[in-house]
């Protein structure tokens, strides 16, 4: 169901306070996708607390009383459904320090359901979270501009806020159908499940009629590209029922493989011919992105965990050095001659960042060239050279393929998510110098 017009991949963002777990309790509430028990137990600690209605916050509170804690700072996956459409919400962490989290979750969302709080309007974390959007290429965007009700002149608060908004995002390349402003009350249910009477001047859908009826955009901008296939495992039973049997392992990062296909072994550059695709539930005769096959050549070659299988007929050239662009999660900053690990799919090799090229301001909105360090949450694009080549598209042109992370080689933390290619290219900004 990873492509299915009936399955819609969301991410929530937003900066700390703005209603954000309010929000995602409202929408599985209005859904009915919470238990019974859940909602009697958080009517009483409602009750508890002296409030008239219930603290719909309360059904995600356990992942914030953690990031509190600091014993799980991570994303949350909440499942809900209306009879439309099927939704997987990536509910991510609105504190600054943890905006590697929002680029994870954020990473496969179709659509981002932005917060603002109605009283703030659109603030640095706005701004940031929507350059980070727009470089992992999300296609649509919802703006929320909740706590409406606590405003003086709510319709002309909206109506800044909305314009603030769109200048921003025309400026980082989305058109004006790609985003809607909504303005809700996420504490109220205010244009959530139904139209509220308080806000006369909009009249436009309720959060969930265009959730459900938002188009299912998937496709990246660029050339889509053919199969790419990286090697997870190499399963060779030699049991006396599969005394020979050797099936490559992994999950399709990209196109579809049928059998009978020619397809390549990169970066060795062998030619081969898929002869049957295995499945724990038996043979397929096809298979798409998304689904985890065994793929099972004609020709014993020679194949091993982090190659790649990849269409014949548009094979990428192994590359070890290349341009990415970079958002820096490290608490130290990043400069030119680091020595890390680069995460490719399931290749892991050592990684050296020759030079910094720029930096992407984004609070205002400009390209700073040779800056002399990348500092925490800082975008930028490098140039890269890896000990070993790997198998990468452009990301404009395959998320899964042109993606990757850097590595701490001494602890194994996460230090940089990485795109192939210059994203920031699409924004049109003109660089100026450190």
């Given at each position: 169901?990873?492509?299915s017009?009936?399955?819609?991949?969301?991410?929530?963002?937003?900066?700390?306070?703005?209603?954000?777990?309010?929000?995602?309790?409202?929408?599985?509430?209005?859904?009915?996708?919470?238990?019974?028990?859940?909602?009697?137990?958080?009517?009483?600690?409602?009750?508890a607390?002296?409030?008239?209605?219930?603290d719909?916050?309360?059904?995600?509170?356990?992942?914030?009383a953690?990031r509190?804690q600091?014993?799980?700072?991570?994303?949350?996956?909440?499942?809900?459904?209306?009879?439309?459409?099927?939704?997987?919400?990536?509910?991510?962490?609105?504190?600054?320090?943890?905006?590697?989290?929002?680029?994870?979750?954020?990473?496969?969302?179709?659509?981002?359901?932005?917060l603002?709080?109605?009283?703030?309007?659109?603030?640095?974390?706005?701004?940031r979270?929507?350059?980070?959007?727009?470089l992992?290429?999300?296609?649509?965007?919802?703006?929320?501009?909740?706590?409406?009700?606590?405003?003086?002149?709510?319709?002309?608060?909206?109506?800044?806020?909305?314009?603030?908004?769109?200048?921003?995002?025309?400026?980082?390349?989305?058109t004006?159908?790609q985003?809607?402003?909504?303005?809700?009350?996420?504490l109220?249910?205010?244009?959530?499940?139904s139209?509220?009477?308080?806000?006369?001047?909009?009249?436009?859908?309720?959060?969930?009629?265009?959730l459900?009826?938002?188009?299912?955009?998937?496709?990246?901008?660029?050339?889509?590209?053919g199969?790419?296939?990286?090697?997870?495992?190499?399963?060779?039973?030699?049991?006396?029922?599969?005394?020979?049997?050797?099936?490559?392992?992994?999950q399709i990062?990209?196109g579809?493989?049928?059998?009978?296909?020619?397809?390549?072994?990169?970066?060795?550059?062998?030619?081969?011919?898929?002869?049957?695709?295995?499945?724990?539930?038996?043979?397929?005769?096809?298979?798409?992105?998304?689904?985890?096959?065994?793929?099972?050549?004609?020709?014993?070659?020679?194949?091993?965990?982090?190659?790649?299988?990849?269409?014949a007929?548009?094979?990428?050239?192994?590359?070890q050095?290349?341009?990415?662009?970079?958002?820096?999660?490290?608490?130290?900053?990043?400069?030119?001659?680091?020595?890390?690990?680069?995460?490719?799919?399931?290749?892991?090799?050592?990684?050296?960042?020759?030079?910094?090229?720029?930096l992407?301001?984004e609070?205002?909105?400009?390209?700073?060239?040779?800056?002399?360090?990348?500092?925490?949450?800082?975008?930028?694009?490098?140039?890269?050279?890896?000990?070993?080549?790997?198998?990468a598209?452009?990301?404009?042109?395959?998320?899964?393929?042109g993606?990757?992370?850097?590595?701490?080689?001494?602890?194994?933390?996460?230090?940089?998510?990485?795109?192939?290619?210059?994203?920031?290219?699409?924004?049109?900004?003109?660089?100026?110098?450190?």
């Amino acid at each position: 169901m990873k492509h299915s017009p009936d399955l819609l991949r969301i991410a929530t963002a937003g900066s700390v306070d703005d209603g954000k777990s309010t929000l995602v309790g409202r929408l599985l509430y209005d859904t009915k996708s919470v238990l019974a028990d859940q909602i009697e137990a958080v009517n009483r600690a409602s009750e508890a607390r002296g409030l008239e209605g219930p603290d719909l916050s309360l059904l995600v509170d356990g992942l914030r009383a953690e990031r509190e804690q600091g014993i799980t700072i991570d994303v949350a996956y909440r499942y809900f459904a209306t009879g439309e459409r099927s939704f997987v919400l990536a509910d991510t962490p609105g504190h600054v320090q943890y905006t590697r989290n929002t680029v994870s979750g954020a990473s496969t969302a179709q659509l981002v359901i932005l917060l603002v709080d109605a009283r703030n309007g659109v603030v640095a974390q706005t701004r940031r979270h929507a350059a980070v959007m727009a470089l992992l290429g999300v296609p649509q965007l919802v703006l929320a501009v909740n706590k409406i009700d606590l405003v003086d002149e709510p319709a002309e608060a909206f109506a800044q806020i909305t314009a603030d908004f769109a200048e921003l995002t025309r400026s980082l390349g989305w058109t004006d159908e790609q985003v809607l402003a909504i303005p809700v009350s996420a504490l109220h249910g205010d244009n959530i499940a139904s139209r509220s009477e308080r806000t006369p001047y909009y009249d436009g859908p309720t959060l969930i009629e265009h959730l459900e009826t938002v188009p299912n955009i998937h496709e990246r901008t660029g050339d889509p590209v053919g199969l790419r296939f990286p090697v997870q495992y190499v399963i060779r039973p030699r049991t006396a029922e599969f005394p020979d049997y050797r099936g490559y392992a992994g999950q399709i990062a990209a196109g579809s493989v049928s059998a009978g296909d020619e397809v390549v072994i990169l970066p060795s550059g062998t030619r081969t011919t898929v002869e049957a695709i295995d499945t724990a539930d038996g043979q397929l005769p096809t298979a798409n992105a998304g689904h985890s096959v065994t793929l099972l050549l004609a020709d014993d070659v020679d194949v091993s965990r982090g190659d790649v299988i990849a269409a014949a007929t548009d094979a990428p050239e192994p590359v070890q050095q290349f341009t990415a662009t970079v958002c820096w999660l490290g608490d130290k900053p990043l400069r030119p001659g680091a020595r890390l690990l680069l995460k490719h799919g399931t290749r892991t090799t050592q990684a050296i960042v020759g030079s910094l090229d720029v930096l992407f301001d984004e609070q205002e909105l400009a390209l700073v060239e040779s800056p002399e360090s990348l500092e925490l949450n800082q975008i930028g694009r490098i140039a890269v050279q890896t000990a070993e080549p790997i198998i990468a598209d452009d990301y404009s042109h395959s998320r899964e393929s042109g993606s990757f992370l850097l590595i701490d080689p001494a602890g194994g933390n996460t230090l940089a998510a990485g795109l192939v290619g210059d994203a920031l290219e699409q924004l049109h900004l003109e660089p100026t110098p450190a």
